[in-house]
């Protein structure tokens, strides 16, 4: 009988232990990294890599990116970053958000995990991408059937004008409240908000 009970007793932690831990995921672990690792080196790069945090209550997250500058051309809606086409939002390697906590990212459920952010710019209203592939190059030639059938989904937000032209292309975070931020991109006359928030299940 004491057996019984205590081989009852190690069934029913083991049972707890494993709903605790919820279904299972082949090993990969929930923690995430905030941190950029760039694919190529890169110092003395004509677009330099930067990266913004996060930082709003529960909401944790760190976004990664190339920083490419005007210089004298016409970038968005001109040859280089044309309208109603897909973009990196950046230079070099795809813009990269970690994210700590599931969230929302322009209304699309994500979990936690890192995710490339893609957009597709036009003269009133942008599209976001968000893609659970995040090692392939940038470059726009380099969204292959494979890299697309990652996409955890698409959004529009408004696209606005800025006061002033922005010669290089800059991404910044506003945190709003406990677990709610915006990133901000601008970018010549161009100003785009992409809301972040914490989803709790």
Not at 40 to 63: E, M
Not at 66 to 71: D, L
Not at 156 to 162: Q, S, T
Request: with cysteine; hydrophobic share 40%; proline share 5%.
């Amino acid at each position: 009988m004491t057996r019984m009970r205590l081989y009852l007793s190690a069934l029913v932690s083991l049972l707890v232990t494993a709903c605790a831990a919820g279904p299972a995921d082949d090993g990969a672990s929930t923690t995430v990294a905030l941190a950029c690792t760039p694919q190529q080196d890169p110092t003395d790069r004509i677009s330099p890599y930067d990266s913004v945090s996060l930082s709003s209550g529960p909401l944790q997250a760190k976004l990664c990116y190339g920083r490419p500058s005007s210089r004298g051309r016409t970038m968005l809606g001109g040859e280089l970053v044309p309208y109603g086409q897909l973009w990196r939002t950046g230079a070099n390697e795809p813009t990269t958000l970690h994210l700590a906590t599931a969230a929302e990212i322009a209304g699309i459920r994500v979990e936690p995990g890192s995710y490339s952010i893609y957009t597709v710019p036009d003269e009133d209203a942008w599209e976001v991408i968000v893609n659970r592939s995040t090692s392939q190059w940038g470059h726009e030639s380099t969204y292959t059937e494979e890299v697309a059938a990652q996409e955890v989904g698409r959004a529009r937000v408004v696209r606005e004008d800025l006061a002033e032209h922005l010669e290089t292309f800059t991404i910044s975070a506003v945190e709003l409240d406990a677990g709610v931020a915006d990133l901000v991109l601008e970018w010549e006359t161009t100003r785009v908000v992409i809301p972040v928030q914490v989803v709790e299940d």
